[in-house]
């Protein structure tokens, strides 16, 4: 009766022990409790969020058979249940925590891209890595990190601004690529392409631009809603701004940039996806090099990879539902966009936007960081002397985060909810939710209580002004002002809204055709 048993095993440990007279207690073991096999403790599908991702493909008994996928969960399951009655919101798989989501999912993730491009770099035998800025970001850390793990100690690296806007003269390339810019028209204006174009003419006044605008009847802050509108202000500008001259000094530049910052024999690491940045920089660049991309799109790689012969290495022969900004994310720096290059002193440098970056988003994106090497420098101080034995599938150590970005719930994608992006090229868009834009997203499986709130169905592009000037108003002011302003995105508008009442849609478009037909 003076004896306490403690065990890990209910039935043995407590049950047997109290059939003896015996005090007993339950400690349990950290992997039961991080593999949600305590019912009054659970973390849903935090072990194997992965194994849904690629449920389609493998089976979770047919993951853990990997050594090195089974002993990277396991270090995440001693990291988070040393303590296996630490505390977890039980309607979540990750605890809405962007410590836990670095540690396991973007780890992991970091861990099999390290070892990817270890690959590349000896069998190409290759001699530097340049990783591209933003996306590049925590994948050069991981790698500097692994380097002598991978017996590449005398590997150089770099970090290098890059964006489209930086690389737009080479995009362009000439008077026909003003007509293949990498933009969503809808999302522009001519003052904004003009903004956009500064590197095809001479330098002009904010003032005498919006003359020459008014004087050619464009109005110069409403955004273009058809195509044909469009084209007719290319054609506008190249007849009336466009300078060969000026488009050759700033293709000039950005060559001379790269070329000081990405020397011959290298790899050059960038996220994805298209292949238009590869192009660009391709064509720029007097030496070869060898690209590596975590996965591309499909709609215009090929395109480019054939037509400009571009070497790209792929880390996944699959493209995942998620391309975006939420991978984007979760890998990049929290900062300011470069957007150009400036020439001072003999010296070029890259120039960024100065936007200040509120202390809760770089909450998140530290914790993302901090978890990440917590987790590298564990697997290195657990696994560097049997790493000959620590096989593992680079694509397999990855679907956790694939599982992150895929199929985690509602509940943990609110850890964004501070969190936001801009895109000011493609689609004029300064302050992109990232919470919101995630959450449009569907996850695969909704843990009990956390379903999605109604939400658009698509991300609607819509001009700056237009959208402070709906910002704090009623929805009937708002139906007036997109009336007015912008009628094709009211339409695109009222039918995600609506999306999920048909009557009401239906009657809805039977009305406006009345209306229509009065006038």
Avoid at 469 to 493: N, T
């Amino acid at each position: 009766r003076n004896v306490l048993h403690i065990g890990d095993n209910w039935e043995h440990d407590v049950g047997m022990s109290k059939k003896k007279g015996m005090q007993s207690a339950f400690l349990a073991k950290a992997k039961d409790r991080f593999g949600n096999a305590l019912s009054f403790a659970p973390t849903n599908y935090l072990s194997t969020i992965g194994c849904l991702n690629g449920r389609q493909t493998t089976t979770w008994n047919k993951m853990n058979a990997s050594l090195g996928y089974r002993s990277m969960k396991a270090l995440a399951a001693n990291r988070f249940f040393d303590n296996p009655y630490a505390s977890w919101n039980k309607e979540t798989d990750f605890d809405t925590n962007p410590y836990v989501m670095g540690y396991y999912a973007v780890g992991m993730h970091l861990v099999g891209v390290s070892k990817w491009i270890s690959g590349i770099v000896k069998n190409r035998s290759l001699s530097h890595v340049t990783f591209l800025a933003r996306d590049g970001y925590l994948p050069k850390m991981v790698f500097d990190e692994m380097k002598s793990y991978w017996d590449l100690g005398a590997i150089t690296t770099n970090y290098v601004p890059c964006s489209r806007m930086c690389l737009l003269p080479w995009m362009i390339e000439n008077a026909q690529g003003l007509y293949n810019l990498p933009i969503e028209y809808r999302g522009h204006n001519p003052r904004s392409i003009m903004q956009l174009l500064q590197c095809c003419y001479a330098p002009l006044e904010e003032k005498a631009m919006l003359e020459r605008l008014e004087k050619a009847h464009f109005m110069a802050a409403k955004n273009f809603t058809r195509y044909e509108e469009f084209i007719r202000f290319i054609n506008w500008f190249r007849e009336n701004f466009f300078d060969a001259r000026q488009l050759e000094a700033a293709k000039a530049l950005v060559t001379e940039f790269y070329t000081q910052h990405i020397p011959q024999n290298s790899l050059v690491f960038d996220l994805g996806y298209s292949g238009r940045i590869l192009s660009a920089l391709k064509k720029c660049l007097p030496h070869p090099v060898v690209f590596a991309y975590i996965h591309q799109d499909n709609s215009s790689f090929e395109t480019y990879r054939r037509r400009d012969k571009l070497d790209v290495e792929l880390m996944y022969d699959f493209v995942p539902p998620f391309s975006d900004l939420i991978r984007e994310y979760f890998l990049s720096e929290v900062g300011n966009s470069c957007v150009g290059l400036e020439k001072k002193d003999g010296k070029i440098n890259a120039l960024f936007t100065d936007t200040a970056v509120p202390f809760g988003e770089r909450f998140i994106s530290l914790k993302i960081k901090e978890g990440v090497l917590q987790f590298v420098q564990d697997f290195i101080n657990s696994f560097s002397f049997v790493k000959d034995q620590m096989y593992f599938n680079d694509v397999l150590v990855s679907m956790p985060f694939e599982g992150l970005l895929h199929d985690s719930n509602y509940e943990d994608r609110n850890v964004l909810a501070m969190a936001f992006s801009e895109d000011t090229v493609y689609g004029q868009n300064k302050r992109i939710s990232m919470n919101d834009f995630w959450k449009r997203q569907s996850p695969a499986h909704v843990v009990k209580g956390t379903a999605a709130p109604a939400s658009p169905a698509v991300i609607q592009v819509e001009s700056n002004e237009l959208r402070y000037g709906v910002e704090g108003k009623s929805k009937f002011q708002k139906a007036i002002m997109y009336a007015i302003c912008d009628r094709p995105l009211l339409k695109e508008k009222v039918k995600a809204k609506l999306k999920g009442h048909p009557f009401i849609l239906k009657i809805t478009k039977r009305a406006y055709k009345i209306v229509k037909k009065k006038k």
